[in-house]
């Protein structure tokens, strides 16, 4: 009797069991974001290249001094035209819109910009009406290709389309299982991020950090791919000519130049590039080290070379700088290292060293001797990306916004102000 | 104001429950199988409460290593019928689930920072309903054994180590309803 009843329980249960198993699934959805690019012309975006009213800085890329004006570029989408007559109260006064900019420089009131593939020459000689003068097209191909979508040779994306997009996932065994390698992942929708153009020495050519990727040296505009320099004659400023490319394959990514050479930052090394001859750069000399980002800066004697690593394209454990001599450019020697947080750009002036260090911001440091690198002061911030000292003021750029310090006292380096970004 | 209103007015029940039967403490502890697609695995849990009646009103927590790690925190009712010998019981719970481990790194190889995400994991809702049989093995002691559909919800942020084109770090929101049988054999006073 028992055994009845309970085996009739049994199948009960059995039988629900049946029932009801096709409530046991598991279901899940994947939420991200579905970017759409918004086409236009080429024809189109250059014919609205002009100075706009200013806008608002919501991220902070290259820089480039000229004259009393800061050029910014914010990423991909143009240059903010900054008015620093008087650097304790800059003012933001235009916005060239440049859809893909990410790099600039200036000689003799040319405004040479990249958009996407191409380099653009802008005439900036009225501050009022600026004019696209002329183009070398896909100087940059590489730049053809961005999240995924291929631009054509007439088209560039000039902005995109941002939507919330929610897929199922269907789960099988093994999978939705969260475990210490990770859970149930598809990629997605990624990009590259590039980082302006530099000159030192002439009033007449803009002043860039050791993060930019060009370099104006007399007539010609070097202009880094992910591979090549490439070399543009700027004798004319408003027809500008590609005439060389050098290549190297060590993943290229800044541009300083000293007087006949080339200093050049990459992944693998720090190399030198002798301009003897401007129209070809010839290979001279490199500093190897492990692979990691690494602006460089150089001076008579010695190259001073910051290496950071971080979770994004400079993978490694590597924070540092390295002084170089380089007194023979063919070899390349280390004097010493010094240990820093995420260094990033840098600048000299005298023997005052300024190094971006990632979130420990600002440091000053006293350079007189390569063995015995000082630090004087250090100003924390949010994550800080590129210096340039000229004439007294440091122009910083960082993750919230564009600071300058007064360091014309040396031993009393001073914030004079900042302009914040705006999200 | 709603939720005070509304824990007054079931305490005010449970005390006068409380008035017209006996109330005693009670206790169970349970481990089991939860079976479901993604995957089949153990669960352990602890419920202490109250018992008055055919009643037994507890709070709960254990390990739930279905989908993640996690710990659940719940309230669980249960009534209890039928003969002595083998008695049945209904039962039904519901409450938060606290997911283990948070902003946990991902990386294929030690070296290959770029692929490393961080992830961020939610507290979520979890839940049961099902079925029992217990058996008194001593005066005070029963031995249970329960079938139930048992849910909990997981849902957690992956981000990037890159950006978008608008220079924003890469985000994925996911959501995993697991949907299991929970199979639970323990001991209950």
């Given at each position: 009797m028992l055994h009845q009843h309970l085996t009739k329980k049994l199948l009960l249960v059995a039988m629900i069991a049946t029932v009801v198993s096709g409530c046991f699934k598991d279901t899940g959805t994947k939420t991200y974001k579905l970017y759409t690019p918004v086409y236009q012309t080429t024809q189109a975006v250059r014919a609205a290249i002009k100075n706009d009213a200013p806008q608002p800085i919501s991220s902070v890329g290259k820089m480039v001094l000229y004259g009393n004006f800061i050029f910014l570029n914010e990423l991909n989408k143009g240059i903010h035209i900054i008015d620093n007559t008087n650097p304790a109260s800059p003012v933001n006064k235009a916005f060239i819109k440049i859809p893909g900019n990410e790099n600039l420089a200036i000689k003799d009131n040319m405004l040479f910009a990249d958009c996407f593939t191409d380099l653009f020459a802008i005439d900036i000689t009225n501050a009022n009406n600026i004019v696209l003068k002329n183009a070398v097209e896909n100087l940059f191909p590489e730049r053809r290709f961005i999240n995924g979508y291929q631009m054509d040779?007439?088209?560039?994306?000039?902005?995109w389309i941002v939507r919330d997009t929610v897929v199922n996932i269907t789960i099988e065994e093994g999978q939705g299982i969260w475990t210490k390698n990770g859970s149930y992942l598809t990629s997605g929708p990624w990009a590259w991020q590039f980082a302006s153009v530099a000159s030192s020495l002439k009033s007449t050519t803009g002043v860039n950090g050791s993060t930019s990727k060009y370099a104006i040296v007399n007539d010609y505009l070097y202009a880094l791919s992910s591979n090549k320099i490439n070399t543009v004659t700027i004798a004319q400023l408003d027809n500008p000519k590609l005439v060389n490319s050098t290549v190297n394959n060590g993943t290229i990514e800044t541009i300083f130049p000293f007087k006949d050479k080339l200093f050049i930052g990459a992944q693998a090394g720090m190399f030198i590039y002798s301009i003897t001859n401007p129209a070809s750069p010839v290979d001279v000399g490199k500093f190897t080290h492990a692979r990691v980002c690494d602006p460089v800066i150089a001076d008579e004697s010695i190259a001073y070379v910051t290496l950071h690593s971080s979770q994004d394209r400079c993978v490694g454990f590597t924070n540092q700088l390295d002084v170089v001599d380089i007194t023979n450019v063919n070899k390349p020697t280390l004097i010493k290292t010094y240990a820093l947080t995420r260094p990033y750009g840098l600048s000299k002036d005298g023997n005052l060293l300024f190094i971006c260090?990632?979130?420990?911001?600002l440091k000053v440091f006293d350079a007189t001797t390569a063995t015995n690198i000082i630090l004087k002061q250090s100003f924390p911030s949010q994550e800080t990306y590129d210096v340039i000292a000229y004439n007294g003021i440091a122009y910083v750029t960082a993750k919230d916004g564009l600071y300058q310090y007064n360091y014309k006292n040396a031993n009393n380096v001073q914030l004079i102000s900042k302009i914040g970004i705006v999200k | 104001m709603k939720t005070l209103l509304l824990i007054l007015f079931c305490s005010s029940c449970v005390k006068s429950i409380a008035q017209k039967n006996k109330v005693y403490f009670s206790s169970s502890a349970n481990i089991g199988l939860l079976v479901g697609e993604a995957q089949k695995t153990a669960s352990f849990q602890i419920i202490n409460g109250i018992k008055i009646d055919k009643w037994r009103l507890g709070i709960g927590t254990g390990l739930d290593n279905y989908g993640t790690k996690s710990i659940p925190a719940f309230i669980d009712v249960r009534y209890t019928y039928g003969a002595k010998k083998w008695q049945h019981f209904v039962y039904a719970n519901g409450g938060i689930d606290f997911p283990l481990y948070n902003n946990f790194f991902r990386g294929s190889t030690p070296n290959n920072n770029f692929f490393k995400s961080t992830y961020k994991l939610y507290n979520s809702l979890c839940g049961e309903a099902g079925v029992g049989l217990s058996k008194p093995i001593t005066k005070k002691l029963s031995l249970n054994l329960t079938a139930a559909f048992s849910y909990k919800h997981l849902q957690y942020l992956e981000t990037k180590n890159y950006n978008d084109v608008l220079g924003n770090k890469v985000t994925n929101m996911y959501n995993f309803y697991y949907r299991r049988l929970a199979l639970r054999v323990g001991l209950q006073f």
């Open positions: 040779v007439n088209t560039v994306i000039t902005d260090d990632g979130n420990a911001g | -």
